[in-house]
């Protein structure tokens, strides 16, 4: 009785013109990926399918008027198989396990677009900058599971920016930086507690790397964009796991002391008195409301409008004291980051591409015009190398070339 009720329902699915029209349409417009709704509908229409060994064609509706853009392979014949489309569908899908393509699935895909792209044809002669782009670009859509929060995959700014900042750490350029490196980020501004978490594989994806005491270029994009934008629900897992030091699910006041007793070392090192734990503690609580007493969970902090402020509380010493001078009305308002139209992540990489164009602008102004020319990713590193040799510290002790015995020369004193 009850076989023979699924065959009625399976039937009149297989009759239902909205399905069939549904059907067109996807064939039609999307390349064959297929919508989640559309899984379980297309499973049991198939299996019917199977059953009857019948093939039916679909007379499309000439009276839709579908957009050219949803015909990236030219128009569509006027009559579709479905029965070819569904097996077509199937066949694409069953080539990624559990319907999801990994990491490496994405790589291919992104290296078509660099391969393809007129205006990525620079990079096709400069293999190093190749492999690099595509890594940063299959860590920003992996970051992000809702593709319509994020419109510039293949941004060359964000690639450049983070390349930049990976260079200047990793001084052997082996593309691999350690401890040392790391701690270097941000004028030390990370503390030296959540450097060793981060290498400890808490964060990492368990590559060889990791033996040696060191972190992949591909490691390092996580983290830059974890920590300029600590608002993003894949930054809040991230630190979270660097802070839960136990892997118990949840920060106890015994975690949350821990990274904070090194946060006060370096306030007093700077002259700065420290907010006395117990304090700091009821501010944070205040800050994240967690819905159990004593107890910091990953929900709790994914329902805090401002993860940014708690997370630099006690890793970050230059977010947190900026946060520090900041009002807290001001940032009431910056945590309002629901209707906001450009993320930290996005500010930050354009201050800091408007950074390093002026520097090479500047550069540029000081060769006179005497450098050689060279074709945009050379002239691009050369001045990535420029930048790094540049960068100083300000009371940096003078080179024996400067070593000069102002005595030995004669000097007018005309100083009127």
Known sequence: MKSESMRIKEISLRQDPDLRKELALLARGCDFVLPSRFKKRLKAFQQVQVQTKKEETLQPSLSQ??????????????KVNIDAVIAKIERTFSEFPNERATLEDMGKVAKDVVNSHPGLSFLKEASEFHSRYITTNVALLEEEADINQLTEYFS?????VIYCKFWELDTDHDLYIDRKDLA?????????RMIERIFSGAVTRGR??????????ADFVWFLISEEDKKT?????YWFRCMDLDGDGALSMYELEYFYEEQCQKLDNMAIEPLPFE??????????????????TLHDLKRCKLTNVFFDTFFNIEKYLDHEQKDQFSMLRDGEGD?????????????????????????????????????????QKANVLKYQMEKRPFFEMPSHLADVDLDEYDYEEDFE
Request: proline fraction near 6%.
């Open 65 to 78: 008027n579908i957009p050219t853009f949803y015909f990236p392979r030219g128009c569509p014949k006027e």
């Open 156 to 160: 060359y700014e964000h690639f450049y």
């Open 184 to 192: 270097r980020h941000n004028d030390h501004a990370i503390s030296n």
């Open 208 to 217: 060889k790397a990791q033996k040696d005491g060191k972190i992949s270029y």
């Open 233 to 237: 629900p894949t930054s809040i897992e």
């Open 279 to 296: 304090d700091c503690l009821c501010q944070m609580l205040d800050l994240v409301k967690p819905q159990y007493e004593g107890r910091i």
């Open 339 to 379: 209707s906001q139209e450009v993320s930290d992540w996005e500010k930050y990489a354009a201050e800091e591409y408007d950074i390093l164009v002026a520097e090479e602008a500047a550069s540029d102004q000081w060769n006179d015009g005497y450098e050689a020319e060279l074709n945009p990713v050379d002239h």
